[in-house]
């Protein structure tokens, strides 16, 4: 239990105009911290951008939409499975070369 408890930290993030405290293993802080201010810029550049012209709650769903757009577009980017299918087919091919 000493150890699992050496493993996390319990941390406060400024997200936006809120403070969210969490409990986080050690080594992903880093990770939390930086998402955080990812929200936290996206926020102030709609909150600008709109500044008095929606409520906070539409420019929270805008920079979440922009924040997921750009996470889907860099999944789409790393998707490694038409290279698993060309392997499966060299392989497949290997294996009866060989055969």
């Given at each position: 239990?000493a ?12 997200v936006?105009d ?5 409990t986080v293993?050690?080594?992903d ?9 990812v929200?936290?810029?996206?926020m102030?550049?709609y909150?600008e ?6 409520g906070r709650?539409r420019?929270?769903?805008?920079a ?6 750009q ?17 499966r087919?060299l ?9």
């Amino acid at each position: 239990m000493a150890e699992e408890k050496n493993k996390t930290l319990r941390i406060t993030l400024h997200v936006y105009d809120n403070e969210i405290p969490l409990t986080v293993l050690r080594e992903d802080e880093a990770l939390y911290r930086e998402a955080a201010k990812v929200i936290t810029d996206t926020m102030n550049v709609y909150a600008e951008k709109y500044r008095g012209q929606i409520g906070r709650e539409r420019l929270l769903y805008m920079a979440l939409i922009n924040i997921a757009f750009q996470y889907a577009r860099e999944a789409r980017r790393n998707d490694t499975e038409p290279f698993h299918e060309i392997l499966r087919k060299l392989t497949s091919e290997v294996e009866a070369a060989l055969a």
